[in-house]
């Protein structure tokens, strides 16, 4: 597998939307195909270009850190995908799986958290 397809992969990771609770009224849907950074307003996925994953899982949650470079800006930032395995247990049948719950956050180049996006 060539080293562009293997990018080209790791876009089919990132969820195309996450949702953002809006306290009583709801839930809110944005694209996840968008530059995160202070002062980039680019929306255009083909400017986005993930190039680098990092993945690691314990009992409690599966992280997946996936960087990726804005092609307008220049800059790189972290996507990561939080998923926290146990929120809840099933009503509805005992030997069912628990429920489990997706985060995602933008991080900067350094790591520092740029904020929570929502729910995948």
């Known amino acids: 597998m060539t080293d562009k397809a ?3 992969d790791l876009r ?3 969820p ?3 949702f953002i609770a809006l306290a009583r009224r709801g839930m809110e849907k944005i694209s996840l195909d968008q530059c995160f950074l202070k002062n980039c307003d680019n929306s255009d996925p ?3 270009e993930p ?3 990092e993945e690691f899982e314990d009992n409690q949650k599966h992280v997946k ?3 990726v470079k804005c092609k307008k800006c220049n800059g790189i930032f972290i996507l990561k995908l939080e998923t926290i395995k146990h929120v809840a247990k099933s009503t509805k049948e005992k030997n069912q799986e628990p429920l489990s719950m997706g985060i995602v956050y933008a991080l900067d180049e350094d790591g ?3 904020g929570h ?3 995948f």
């Open 12 to 14: 089919y990771e990132i």
């Open 65 to 67: 850190k996936i960087y």
């Open 16 to 18: 195309t939307h996450a």
């Open 46 to 48: 083909e400017l986005l």
């Open 112 to 114: 520092n958290n740029l």
């Open 6 to 8: 293997d990018k080209e």
């Open 51 to 53: 190039f680098k994953k």
């Open 117 to 119: 996006l929502g729910y």
